[in-house]
């Protein structure tokens, strides 16, 4: 069974910075694709960064100041924010091995396979 569990959600002020880090069991992250979701209330999921043997990718609204990453040993996915804003505030999810959904651009949780729990990251002003 896999499970993808994050952790490292919080509360900072505006400007600072939070690493997520998504734990996998039962799974090993390489290419089959992995990103990084967040949601805001009343907001659809958005995808705010991607990554599919080490190439990685971002939109305009964190590229510059998020970076994912996976550590050497393949079961740690992690989200480096840096210069947060409070527009940043979500729920952050995790999730791993891309379907053909994602490469047609669907943009809901059809787009990945496993998906974590989710992490809450508030930014105050």
């Known amino acids: 069974e896999v499970q993808l569990v994050e952790s490292g959600g919080g509360s900072v002020q505006a400007g600072e910075s939070l690493r997520l880090a998504c734990t996998a069991s039962?799974?090993?992250?390489?290419?089959?694709?992995a990103g990084w979701y967040r949601q805001a209330p009343g907001n659809e999921l958005e995808l705010v960064a991607q990554?599919?043997?080490?190439?990685?990718w971002y939109p305009d609204s964190v590229k510059g100041r998020f970076i994912i990453s996976i550590n050497n040993a393949g079961n740690t996915l992690s989200l480096q924010m840096n210069s947060l804003k409070p527009e940043d505030t979500a729920v952050y999810y995790c999730?791993?091995?891309?379907?053909?959904?994602?490469?047609?651009?669907?943009?809901?949780?059809?787009?990945?396979?496993?998906w974590g729990q989710g992490t809450q990251v508030t930014v105050s002003s």
């Open positions: 039962g799974f090993t992250f390489g290419s089959s694709g």
């Open positions: 999730a791993a091995e891309s379907t053909p959904d994602f490469a047609a651009g669907g943009g809901g949780r059809t787009d990945f396979r496993y």
């Open positions: 990554i599919d043997n080490r190439r990685s």
